[in-house]
């Protein structure tokens, strides 16, 4: 049984949940089995566009292929969660004309706000477990399809109450995002996946900034086919909906939700075994490092959230900008999404090549802090071109500390992946709904006051991150373990299974994940000879 | 670096386009000569907490040169406009009422524009039907004289100075229609039926595979 050195690259992985028949084996036993050269990287190649792991997850990125299965999960992830952003911030720049036809006061416009993230709380909790069990396709198709007749039904809405409820219905569908990251995680692997979650993320959160062109832009169309503007608010709605459907039944027909097939076809035919959600859940909630990034992600994304429903009408309210310029500066904020998010998720990437996991927690930091303290900066300038140059630099700061986030949470846990993706994601939108609430939904602070305070709060929630320590890894101010058992990513991952699993080998695909993880070492992984822990797994022989 | 150039360049002419506008800003409502127009507006429905109804009921406006107007050479044109009062003003920063000509929003319905003609010593009547994008809220009617280079310079209102009376409620059309509501319910019942079938019939392809 000799160790097996050629895999050190990281090119074995795991998938999520166990993985096909195929691989029941140990880089370690490999030249026992008869069939170990199934898992050479030549063979599954082959059927791959992609060059692959033994897991059968992507080790290249390449956005402009829609091969199957990776390129197009991608691109089927990103695009819905797009749609979903489009929906969720569609009455944003719509809203003159709403509240003129609702007859809103500035509350009632505010709580709207409120509402519309709030919803995604509870949605993004349960798509996390929807995903472990139901596979990301569903997920992804149980959210866009399921809201799209909460977007249709503002042709309904007629006072400031249905006004609330309806967005908050809408809300919901922002649970994309985790199915979307849990989508990619699971098809791409360890290495690249910060990129990749970044570029998914990065992109579909455009959308926020795309809705504040598209939809003023219908609105006027339907106008001038004749209808009263406080029809044709109601009908541009339409448009988000028909989106949405649209993809829904694409996600359901191009879609796969594993490299090797559909879950439910894995799962019946014995190839991906089903876990238990409530033991997803309480390895999910017993791990503290999943609630530092809850409070984290509150703080870009929440605050990120929040821009995308104030920023317009502050421009037009200090600065008295006309409301098609407005849009414009609201637009190139959340447009700024294109190429900040990427780089985040690419900076996490490499600062781990170098220094490993404290490379991506410390690169977390910094962006997370600059961006906060550029949003202090624009609460305080009082002229049009500061403030602008101040809000592009807070959003490409604060942008990238979400990108840089998604490249620390896939390592969090193996086993509850999709539960720590929801709760992550359900904190930036808590973390949305308490800035709006407390900073902009009453008289007591002015929106400029408001943005200088929500940035100096988010400098000082960013501070949770020096806590997160891998004893395999190390955190930002600590080296790693030099405890024998505990410095290995194995026992780190392996701890997530009882002992009785364990003799059942229900945990080997997160033993496979750990051992591709040792990437995150940083450059002393690939200096240093380490071979195979054999106390990390049972005698499989 | 060269990023940085154009960055700043660009700061630069916003500056510029910000302080050319500086001229026009200091025109304000209070140098406005007041009551230099007489104006009254009448609804067509009248009574103790009648709401006139938008894209139905009417205004029949009246407006006349005062006779102590002292800016009246300056009349180039006459703009009378629809505006807020207080009550509808509350919590909604959109509609407030500010000093600066430019900044003040509380009276954005264009109503109608007539060109002054010196010679015309009567009142000029006409009727307005409420147009269908004007919000639910109480109004008066104000009418503004502008000079050759549209500039304000004196005006008239329907109501009292500190805007309480002679004020008239309307509500606003729902915008809702019939056919909008039948479209919303029958795409969004296709929606979930979509979802539906493809998930069940998935589940029957799975036990299918798996009997095999």
Not at chain 1, 308 to 326: E, K, M, Q, W
Not at chain 2, 112 to 122: F, I, L
Request: charged share 15%; with cysteine.
């Amino acid at each position: 049984m000799a160790p097996n050195h050629s895999n050190e690259n990281g090119s074995i992985g795991s998938s999520l949940h166990g993985v096909t028949a195929r691989e029941q084996i140990f880089s370690f036993s490999v030249e026992d089995a008869p069939w170990s050269q199934a898992i050479r990287s030549d063979d599954p190649t082959a059927k791959f566009a992609l060059p692959v792991d033994s897991e059968h997850r992507a080790k290249v990125f390449k956005p402009l292929s829609f091969a199957k299965p990776h390129m197009r999960a991608f691109h089927l992830g990103w695009i819905s969660f797009f749609t979903c952003f489009i929906s969720t911030f569609a009455a944003a720049p719509l809203v003159p004309v709403i509240r003129d036809n609702l007859d809103l006061t500035k509350t009632d416009i505010g709580n709207a706000g409120v509402a519309s993230v709030s919803g995604a709380i509870f949605s993004r909790l349960a798509m996390g477990a929807v995903c472990d069990l139901l596979g990301a396709r569903y997920g992804t198709a149980f959210s866009l399809m399921l809201s799209a007749p909460a977007v249709f039904s503002m042709s309904f809405v007629a006072d400031a109450g249905s006004y609330l409820a309806v967005r908050f219905m809408i809300g919901f569908c922002l649970a994309t995002f985790v199915s979307c990251q849990y989508w990619t995680s699971v098809m791409f692997t360890g290495k690249i996946i910060g990129l990749v979650n970044g570029c998914a993320g990065g992109w579909g959160d455009m959308g926020g900034g795309v809705t504040q062109l598209l939809m003023p832009m219908v609105f006027h169309v339907i106008k001038l086919t004749g209808a009263t503007p406080f029809t044709a608010w109601r009908f541009a709605f339409f448009i988000p909906g028909f989106l949405q459907i649209i993809m829904g039944v694409l996600v359901l027909t191009l879609g796969q939700d594993l490299p090797d097939g559909n879950l439910s076809t894995l799962q019946k035919s014995g190839q991906v075994s089903k876990d238990k959600f409530s033991k997803v859940f309480w390895f999910a909630v017993k791990n503290y490092r999943t609630w530092i990034l809850f409070v984290l992600y509150g703080f870009s994304m929440g605050v990120e959230l929040t821009i995308n429903n104030v920023i317009s009408g502050y421009f037009y309210d200090r600065f008295n900008l006309t409301l098609h310029t407005a849009g414009i500066v609201a637009a190139s904020f959340g447009m700024a999404n294109f190429f900040a998010r990427p780089f985040g998720g690419y900076a996490s990437d490499v600062s781990a090549r170098l220094f490993g996991m404290r490379g991506r927690l410390w690169t977390l930091w910094i962006l997370q802090t600059v961006g906060a303290l550029f949003c202090i900066w624009l609460g305080r300038a009082s002229s049009l071109p500061i403030a602008i140059l101040a809000m592009m630099l807070f959003s490409v700061g604060t942008q990238a500390a979400c990108g840089a986030l998604f490249g620390v949470a896939p390592f969090v846990s193996r086993r509850s992946l999709g539960l720590i993706s929801g709760l992550t994601g359900a904190g930036g939108n808590f973390g949305s709904g308490v800035t709006q609430l407390v900073f902009f939904s009453s008289s007591r602070f002015s929106t400029a006051e408001g943005l200088s305070l929500m940035g100096v709060v988010a400098v000082v929630c960013t501070i949770p991150v020096a806590f997160i320590h891998f004893p395999q890894w190390g955190s930002m101010f600590l080296r790693p373990s030099q405890h024998e058992e505990r410095s290995k990513e194995e026992h780190y991952y392996g701890g997530e299974w009882t002992e009785e699993e364990k003799s059942l080998g229900l945990h080997e695909g997160s033993i496979k994940f750990a051992e591709n993880s040792r990437s995150e070492r940083g450059r002393k992984a690939v200096l240093a000879d380490i071979p195979t822990p054999e106390t990390g797994s049972p005698a499989h022989v | 670096m060269a990023i940085h150039k154009i960055l700043f360049a660009s700061l630069l002419i916003c500056l510029l386009i910000q302080s050319s506008h500086a001229a026009t800003k200091e025109r304000l409502f209070s140098d406005l000569e007041k009551s230099a127009l007489e104006v009254t507006a009448t609804p067509s429905r009248v009574g103790e907490g009648v709401v006139l109804a938008a894209g139905v009921d009417k205004l029949s406006i009246t407006w006349k040169v005062s006779s102590t107007a002292t800016k009246e050479p300056e009349f180039n044109a006459i703009k009378v406009k629809l505006c807020y009062a207080p009550a509808s003003q509350v919590d909604r920063p959109w509609r407030k009422t500010e000093n600066e000509l430019f900044k003040d929003k509380s009276c954005p319905h264009k109503i109608s524009s007539w060109s002054y003609d010196p010679a015309m010593k009567t009142a000029q009547s006409f009727d307005y039907t409420l147009e269908r994008d004007i919000p639910t809220g109480t109004y008066f009617v104000r009418a503004y004289a502008v000079d050759a280079k549209d500039h304000e310079v004196a005006f008239g209102q329907s109501t009292n100075e500190d805007k309480t009376s002679n004020l008239f409620s309307v509500q606003a059309i729902s915008g809702r229609h019939k056919s909008l509501d039948i479209a919303s319910v029958c795409f969004s019942v296709f929606s979930v039926v979509a979802l539906l079938v493809f998930f069940v019939n998935e589940k029957r392809k799975a036990k299918i595979e798996q009997s095999k």
